[in-house]
């Protein structure tokens, strides 16, 4: 998905949860890192046109737990899992 795609997923995604997209917001929401140019561009695309339907990546999706616990556990989880795929990578190189 084209990171332009990325930050319009995350525009929709802020407005159903009854906010509005900022570049804050979408930085915070997006599955990847954008810079600020890409961001103000998707704001302004969903502006212009809020009814866009751009499907989230499913691989990719990360969504921020509400609660601090459930976030912590969310990262651990995650860095044992590209851990394991950096020994992966190791192993095969050597």
């Known amino acids: 998905m084209h990171s332009s795609n990325h930050a319009l997923a995350a525009c929709q995604k802020i407005h159903r ?6 570049v804050a917001l979408v930085r915070q929401y997006s599955s990847q890192s954008l810079t600020i140019p ?3 561009k998707a704001i ?10 751009i499907e989230e990546p499913k691989e990719t999706k990360l ?3 509400d609660n601090l616990e ?25």
């Open 17 to 22: 949860l009854g906010k509005t997209p900022t």
């Open 63 to 65: 969504s921020a737990p």
């Open 38 to 40: 890409e961001i103000v």
């Open 70 to 94: 459930e976030r912590v556990k969310m990262l651990e989880k995650h860095v044992v899992e590209l851990s394991n795929k950096l020994d992966s990578l190791m192993r095969a190189a050597n």
């Open 44 to 53: 302004q695309m969903w502006k212009n046109n809020p009814k866009i339907v």
